[in-house]
């Protein structure tokens, strides 16, 4: 065959022009390499799961608010909307925002998630003071996107200040509900729930942690996390350093620092995190081995924390835990995977329940790429 010069020219520079945009590509950006329509996709299916659930059904046709999967939900969900060109928070999101509005509302008179009565002596109590903070959190964060606070965020923080702990040895704290479940519901989730109000008070926009009212309480709660914190397990040391960054002060900048290196040591040679090598040495109430693998709650909620507290993602660690996070979405479910420390998945009530652990893994890791692709 015949090719004539000029074709020969044209074929050359059209191989070099795709040699060059070749070369000149970047780094693909987090967005272009993970699944956030089946992220979303899951999250929204598993928030209806929950708020339909019958045991999650509570008084005056409202629903508990779950850390495990009502909390999560609320914190990740409109950070996807951007990625999807949403317009509007989607049908779930109001949904949950109406029954923390509702039970804001009706506090003094709504039940408590569980009394003395039906799940024994301090339910009703830690019941008031679990919600009090999850409530604060919720508003406080769905706030922030619209850069106003409102009437009834403001009252769900009034509601989460008068449950605060101003005069027992966990002076400072919220009495947290406690049914033996790591990592939201045991003995040592007094300091979890904390750190969580310092997260909603930080968060909560119109400078509200400058408020002269607040001072008082907020020195309270600050003393204890400070107080506390050596004695607390890595996972809560990492909620306290996403506290930390969203609360100015919260920390010295030595105890922060700490922090992020202890994690930082903790990271497994494939770029995640395990749960399970977080959680001292807690041991499973069915009697099954903790599972030692990197999971999707543990890595999501570090690289989370770990970008508030000002590690960039071009860190060579953080570079291994989104790399992590990106190839370890479930192509199929959309979900990431963790695992329980208190049951294997067998032990489970049933197969809804069995996915807890991957709600709030998914969401966290939600978080923590759509945070990177904002940088």
Known sequence: MNITLPRISAVVACLFAGIIAVSSRTEPRADSSWDQKAAAAYLDQRASWWMDWPKSARDHETFCVSCHTAVPYAL???ALRKALAEAAPSANESRLLGNVTKRVRLWKEVAPFYSDADRGVYKTSESRGTESVLNALILSSHDAQIGKLSDDTSAALENMWAEQQTSTEKKGAWLWLRFRN??????????YGATLAAVAVGTAPGN???RPEIQTKLKLLREYLNHECAAQTSINRVVLLWASAKLPGL???KLQKSIVKEILAKQQPDGGWSLSTLSGDWKRNDGTPQEVKSDG???GLITFALEQ???PRDDPQQQKAFAWLIANQSKTEGSWLAYSLNKNKEHHMSAGTALFMNDAATAYAVLALTQANQH
């Open 182 to 191: 790591e990592p939201w519901e045991a003995d040592d989730s007094d300091f």
């Open 208 to 210: 509200y942690r400058a």
């Open 76 to 78: 990740s969900r409109p």
């Open 251 to 253: 920390l010295e900048p």
């Open 297 to 299: 709650y543990a890595t």
């Open 309 to 311: 507290a000002g590690i």
